[in-house]
């Protein structure tokens, strides 16, 4: 899937190696007590400060979902993020949101598409959702839901294909993600899982075409 990568690799970016480079600078037995105050925010999965509702695309509803299907960080400088991973909810939107509130369920993803082609994002792409059942997976990605059924074509409307080109395509122009299949997966490709979306009617050969369209016209 691309350039090969250590698990270390991944997981260790450019905020880790600052403060690293820091401690070592001012040597880790004595780094003043206000450098570790302005610091701190910079380890990884560490919460940086956030404007509260805010969205990473414009015109996205927000809705938070629980703490308990995601983890804080701060990437893309504590986790590169190079993969856009592509879900279907199996069910409607508003089962879909209601699901990931839940603490229970245990997993979410950065945002849903609607029908309608309506965004709603229920995590920052700063942070880490548990969205595709591989930790390296989610430490790299971004997880986009489309709502509708695997099984059902006419599900996949063409609001829901254009808006969803245009939030991948606003993804892999901030990050500077490749627009391919290497980079640009359905959560069936991501390694060990056990889901088949977005199955066999969505239609990629329609879609990377509107990606770089859309990446093109914003550019």
């Known amino acids: 899937m691309g350039a090969k990568k250590s698990d270390s690799d991944r ?13 070592a600078a001012v040597g880790t037995g004595v780094l003043a007590r206000d450098e570790l105050a302005r610091l701190y925010w910079r380890l990884p999965g560490v919460r940086r400060p956030r404007v509260a509702g805010a969205v990473d695309f414009r ?31 199996q069910g409607d939107l508003s089962s879909a ?11 979410a993803a950065h945002y849903i ?17 548990y969205h595709a059942g591989n930790r390296a997976y989610n430490e790299r990605s971004v997880g986009i839901e ?34 391919d299949r290497e980079h640009i997966i359905g959560h069936v490709e991501v390694p060990g899982t056990d889901h088949t979306d977005p199955g066999e009617h969505w239609d990629w050969d329609r879609y990377l075409p509107l990606v770089r369209k859309a990446l093109t016209a914003s550019a």
């Open 11 to 23: 997981r260790i970016g450019r905020r880790a190696l600052l403060v690293g480079g820091a401690a």
């Open 97 to 107: 949101v209601k699901a990931f509130e839940d603490p229970g369920h245990r997993a």
């Open 113 to 129: 598409v609607g029908k309608d082609g309506h965004v709603t994002q229920m995590i920052r792409e700063l942070d880490v959702a």
């Open 146 to 179: 489309h709502e509708g059924f695997v099984d059902r074509p006419k599900d996949f409307t063409d609001a829901m294909y254009a808006t969803s080109a245009e939030l991948t395509a606003g993804i892999c122009r901030r990050y500077g993600i490749p627009v």
């Open 59 to 89: 015109g996205a509803r927000w809705v938070a979902a629980s703490e308990a299907n995601f983890r804080w960080a701060d990437r893309p400088d504590d986790y590169t993020i190079d993969m856009v991973v592509v879900h279907v909810t």
